[in-house]
C-alpha cells in the first residue's frame, strides 16, 4: 500500500492530538509507529499514556523551557538538526509503517531546521511509509508536497479569557 504525506497546520487546536489519535488507530491494526517529538522535552500525557502501546515508540528532540522565536540559538538547532537525521536513518530502516514528525513545521518557522532539509526527508520516504507532519506556519512548498492537507483553525479559545493550559486537557 503507498504511504501518503499528511500535514496537519493551523492556529487551532487538535494537530498533535490528530497524528495520535492516527498512531493509535493504526497500532490497533499492527501497524508499527515512531512518533518524534521536535521542540518538546517533558512527558507530556499522551506520551505517558502510549508508551504502553507495544507498536509505538517515541523520540523527543527538545528541551524542558518554551522559547520564542528571537530565542533560538546554535544549542537548539544542533538538537533538532540532529533529531530530523536521527528520524531519516530510522524511516530508511524500514521498522515503521508509520512516521510522525510532531511540531516539525513549527521547527522550520523558528529557523531551527532549514525547509530544503524538510523537503529532502520528504523526498526520500520509502513507497509503502505514511509520514504525518504537523505544526503552525506551514509553507506553500510544504503544503504542496503533502497529499492530505489538513488547517486547524481557532474560532474561539479560552486562553484568550486568561483559561490556563490544563494538564490532561492540553498537555
Known amino acids: 500500500m503507498k504511504g501518503l504525506v499528511q500535514l496537519y497546520t493551523g492556529n487551532g487546536k487538535g ?3 490528530s497524528a495520535f489519535g492516527l498512531a493509535l488507530r493504526a497500532s490497533g491494526h499492527g ?6 517529538q521536535f521542540m518538546k522535552g517533558t512527558d507530556y500525557g499522551e506520551n505517558i499514556s502510549l508508551k ?5 515508540d517515541i523520540l523527543q528532540f527538545g528541551w524542558k523551557e518554551c522559547i520564542r522565536k528571537d530565542e533560538v540559538r ?10 530530523l537525521g536521527k528520524c531519516l536513518v530510522v524511516m530508511l530502516e524500514g ?4 512516521v510522525i514528525l510532531d511540531e516539525i513545521i513549527v521547527s522550520v518557522w523558528f529557523g531551527l531546521v532549514d525547509e530544503k532539509k524538510l523537503i529532502e526527508f520528504i ?13 503552525r ?14 488547517e486547524m483553525r481557532e474560532v474561539k479559545h479560552p486562553y484568550g479569557k486568561g483559561t490556563q493550559a490544563r494538564k490532561g486537557i492540553e498537555f
Open 15 to 17: 494537530k498533535t492530538t
Open 31 to 36: 501497524k508499527k509507529n515512531l512518533i518524534a
Open 52 to 56: 504502553g502501546y507495544k507498536n509505538i
Open 74 to 83: 546554535e544549542f537548539y538547532k544542533s538538537i533538532i538538526e540532529d533529531g
Open 95 to 98: 521498522k515503521y509503517d508509520i
Open 123 to 135: 523526498d526520500s520516504k520509502p513507497f509503502t511509509v505514511e509520514l504525518i507532519l504537523t505544526g
Open 137 to 150: 506556519y506551514a509553507s506553500e512548498a510544504l503544503i504542496e508536497k503533502a497529499d492530505l492537507v489538513t
